[in-house]
């Protein structure tokens, strides 16, 4: 399992988007960033944050699961900033990089456990998340936890 490797296939499907098949799975992703609130697709700089949401609140549940801690609710919010949409644009004349600069977020739980207890499940969490450590090798990444009573 050391060495397994996951693929999806991706195809032009209409307008700005793409179809995305993973496994027996499909979905649609829409312009590769958009400032358009009606826009009936997902970015995909909008999948990427949401592909980090998920892969943090599955992963927290599964090690909170692992210490014996029952989740009562769990929510991410999470922000990422682009280092200059303008070269994204194609603005003639702008300095950086379309990339994302930084992305924060806060895990906000409610569970029958102490905060201390919480905060180790949190830092377990962000140890073995593949998406944690591909992303801190180029984006500033702010994560933290806070306790619901």
Known sequence: MSDYTWTVRVQGAGDREAKVYARNH???????????ERDPRPSAVEYLLGALGGDL???FRAQAAR???????????LSGRLNNVLTHLGVVGEAGHPGF?????????????????????????????????????????????????
């Open 57 to 59: 609140v599955s992963g």
């Open 101 to 149: 600069e930084a992305i924060t977020g806060t895990l906000y739980v409610s569970a029958d456990a102490d905060e201390a207890t919480l905060e180790t499940v949190w830092r377990t969490t962000l140890e073995r998340s593949p998406l944690v450590h591909t992303l801190t090798r180029c984006v500033a990444l702010s994560l933290t936890l806070r306790v619901m009573v």
């Open 26 to 36: 499909a979905f649609t992703v829409g312009q590769q960033a958009s400032f358009d």
């Open 67 to 77: 210490q014996r801690v029952t989740v009562d609710a769990v929510e991410l919010t």
